[in-house]
């Protein structure tokens, strides 16, 4: 990625927040979807951050690339404002695609990046509030939902609007239209019923009874 465009011409390497946030937006759109393109492509940003942007020493992420012009001090940037931080948007995208994509790796790396976070947090938690966001979604047990079924028919539609209708901001959700796509262990194993649209209420990627009516998923998510 490149930072900056202007006249057709773009310049200037990329910094940690670009990545992260485009990442992070990337499985928004794929959880809107169901499209495997933006999955995969959140993937491989977030891969290609981890190649120039992880500091294998001390962990986190350091704001600029490795291939970024030489600077005296590689700064990391921490503190949440007005935006929040690279390193807490970074954060948030590995837990999701560990999730999604079963990389316990991911996790364990954000792990380490919170417990040297801790202190910090508790002596000045105003300022990294998408930080603690994190910290919350790392402490509980996020809801993994894998829906199959025609997006096109209204009672797939039914079925993904309690989803959104439904405050769980912990949670995942996974899509296919029949088959399993590979890649997305989420999805793996998971069928439609008797053909109709259903739904999966996992945690852990241990799965309650599927589900193919609106209030019986609106239960589960309770």
Known sequence: LLRTARNGTAKLNAYLEDYACYAEGLLWLYEATGSEQ?????????ETML?????????????TSSDHEALLHRPKDWDDN???????????????????????????RVAGMLRGLSDTYQKMPYGFSRGLSVL?????????????????TPETQA???????TYLPNRVVAHAKEATPEG?????????????????VCTGFVCKE???TPEALRQQLK
């Open 136 to 152: 919350d979604f790392y402490l509980d047990s996020p809801k993994e939902i894998a829906l199959l079924g025609d997006p096109s």
């Open 38 to 46: 933006w999955l995969q492509t959140a993937t491989e940003l977030t």
């Open 82 to 108: 007005a935006t929040p931080s690279g390193n807490s948007v970074a954060m948030e995208v590995l837990l999701r695609l560990s999730l999604l994509l079963g990389k316990s790796e991911y996790r364990e």
């Open 184 to 200: 997305t262990p989420l999805l793996a194993g998971r069928t439609l019923i008797n053909g109709k649209p259903t739904a999966y």
């Open 51 to 63: 190649t120039y942007f992880w500091d294998a020493e001390h962990g986190g992420f350091f704001t």
């Open 210 to 212: 599927p589900v193919q």
């Open 159 to 165: 079925l993904r609007r309690v989803l959104y209708e």
